[in-house]
């Protein structure tokens, strides 16, 4: 699996335009296949940050994502407005937060959350 994380910045006055043409894609990007998440969020509006988090089940549906002619239009439109700040991490060993490998690890949560 890979992880698309990071921050897009823009001029703020144009963050809210630049976060409406990004999650205009959002339907159809999770319908792709290999598309496990794709999200998002304001960030700063007054930096001008979004955020974005997305996962794909591999190399190979990210690079038919990213050669979608949508994304290409969407790259022209704004390729001397924002700045891309992702990057990928590839994780397969995922498990749900609170799944430790470590039993102190739980149980240190766990000490934290008592009340006295």
């Not at 296949?33 to 940050?49: L, N, P, S, V």
């Not at 190399?59 to 979608?68: D, F």
């Not at 390729?79 to 397969?92: A, C």
């Amino acid at each position: 699996m890979l992880i698309v994380a990071g921050t897009i910045a823009t001029d703020p006055d144009l963050v809210d335009d630049l976060l409406a043409d990004l999650c205009a894609g959002i339907a159809s990007s999770l319908a792709e296949e290999g598309c496990e998440a794709y999200h998002f969020a304001m960030e700063d509006r007054a930096a001008g940050h979004v955020l974005t988090f997305q996962a794909w089940r591999d190399e190979r549906a990210l690079a038919l994502h990213l050669a979608r002619p949508e994304l290409g239009q969407l790259v022209a439109r704004w390729q001397d407005r924002f700045d891309v700040r992702t990057r990928i991490y590839e994780g397969d060993a995922v498990r749900p937060v609170g799944e430790w490998r470590d039993p102190s690890n739980r149980r240190l949560v766990e000490y934290s959350r008592k009340s006295d």
